[in-house]
């Protein structure tokens, strides 16, 4: 079956990838009770269009029911990272389908480096989908679980020009004052990405809620912010003096005065 080809070739292809020494190091860094392999990401998402390439599927359930298995089942974080890399393929792009996927990876991933790697896919799916995805973000931006937030406020990063500038205010303004560190830093990150967009409307949000933003959160979000633009002061009238005329109300003097 293609099931079992598919994520047992994946998890022979990252165990032939291992590197013990990194691995410690990344379980470390990450802070993970799950182990590493110590397979860089690069490398895991090669692994992924690899296998993917031999063991093709012919419809999204099939693809779905791989990518959960591989979630579910894993015993090293690398497997996650590949599960996530699987929802990137072409039969998954865009489709609402695999939204109940992308929320059980962040609620059962439950950490930055899982949670962000969903944040494109949440991306697609609003631009795609936004009459189902905007008031599913609102939703999610008062959610209990942390994670769930930090998705709603990351959920437009690397849209650009697409950004929906009123649903970022929607998702960051509930969450100003959450005392959270990845709640906190998410907000600076979402706005000093827009930023390079709109640098405008980031300063006048920022200023707008000085009250209210965390000290991290203004620092991320203001850090690559380029100065102010003053709006320029239209020209003053010449002076008498630049035209060589005499002020009205002086006289000349005689030569014998000056």
């Known amino acids: 079956m293609a099931q079992a080809d598919l994520v047992d070739s994946i998890r022979s292809r990252l165990r032939a990838s291992a590197d013990p020494e990194r691995a410690a190091g990344a379980q470390a860094y990450m802070k993970s009770t799950m182990p590493y392999l110590g397979v860089r990401?690069?490398?895991v998402r090669s692994i992924v269009r690899g296998?993917?390439?031999?063991?093709?599927h012919s419809s999204l359930n099939s693809l779905r029911s791989d990518v959960l298995r591989l979630w579910r089942e894993a015993e090293v974080r690398e497997e996650r990272y590949a599960a996530i890399d699987l929802t990137g393929l072409r039969l998954a792009a865009r489709s609402l389908d695999m939204l109940p996927v992308y929320e059980e990876f962040i609620r059962t991933g439950a950490w930055w480096d899982l949670v962000d790697g969903v944040s494109p896919r949440i991306r697609e799916l609003l631009l795609s989908h936004p009459e189902v995805m905007k008031p599913l973000l609102i939703m999610w931006s008062r959610d209990e679980d942390l994670w769930i937030r930090r998705a709603s406020i990351t959920s437009q990063l690397g849209a650009k020009g697409a950004t929906d500038p009123t649903l970022l205010a929607t998702v960051i303004k509930v969450n100003l004052q959450d005392t959270d560190f990845f709640i906190r830093k998410a907000i600076?990150?979402?706005l000093r990405e827009y930023g390079k967009t709109d640098p405008e409307w980031v300063?006048?949000?920022?200023?707008?809620?000085?009250?209210?933003?965390?000290?991290?959160?203004?620092?991320?979000?203001?850090?690559?912010?380029?100065?102010r633009v003053e709006a320029s002061q239209p020209p003053s009238a010449p002076s008498p003096h630049s035209q060589g005329q005499q002020p009205r109300g002086l006289r000349s003097k005689s030569p014998t005065e000056r």
């Open 203 to 227: 300063r006048e949000f920022v200023e707008s809620h000085a009250d209210r933003i965390s000290g991290l959160s203004l620092r991320e979000a203001t850090r690559n912010l380029p100065p």
């Open 51 to 56: 296998a993917a390439k031999e063991h093709r």
């Open 41 to 43: 990401v690069p490398q």
């Open 188 to 190: 600076g990150w979402a």
